[in-house]
Every structure is written in C-alpha cells, then in structure tokens.
C-alpha cells in the first residue's frame, strides 16, 4: 500500500507543511536536475549568451567557495578559545578536595 502525504502542523507557527513520501521527493529531485542540466546545457552552449553564462557560473562557484572560507575564519576568529587540559585536570581534582 503506497504512503500517503501527511500533514504536520508546527506547533507555534500553525502553519500546515506537507510530508511527500521519500520516492516523491527523490524523482522530483532526480527530474528537476535533470531538467537544469538541460536548460545550463541550453544556455552555455546553444544560445547567444553562453560566454555570459560561463561568466556568471563561475563568479558563483568562486564566491561560493570564498563564503564559505570567510565563515571559516569567521567562526575560527569569534570562538573563544577552550581551556587546555591540564586546567581542567587541576580544576576538577581542586574540587574534589
């Protein structure tokens, strides 16, 4: 017997999302790339704008990367640092006393 989709209510927002059984998700998935694939062939390939195309791909590709790396940093320059362990190992024997 085939899954049905099911409705899940969030609890503070009410709003009403829909549950689409995996395969769903997985085939609207599959086609939808398959179908992006067809139009950036289009694009890069059979129309006049390709070399714009390539151009903006991999402006969004490099930026990607670069975000990410900054986020990197980001994270790596705001985190307070932990405590070593060897602190840790006298504080908590400290304690014990």
Known sequence: MPKRVTQFIHPTSRVV?????????????LFGSLLGIVC????????????????????LAVAAVLVIVAWIGYTLAT???P???????????????
Request: glycine share 6%.
């Open 17 to 29: 999302f829909l549950r689409l059984p995996d395969k769903v998700s997985g085939y609207a998935m």
């Open 40 to 59: 950036y062939f289009y694009l890069v390939f059979l129309s006049p704008w390709g070399l714009l195309v390539v151009r903006i791909s991999a402006f």
């Open 79 to 81: 985190t307070p640092s």
């Open 83 to 97: 405590e070593p362990l060897d602190d840790l190992a006298e504080s908590s024997t400290e304690g014990e006393s």
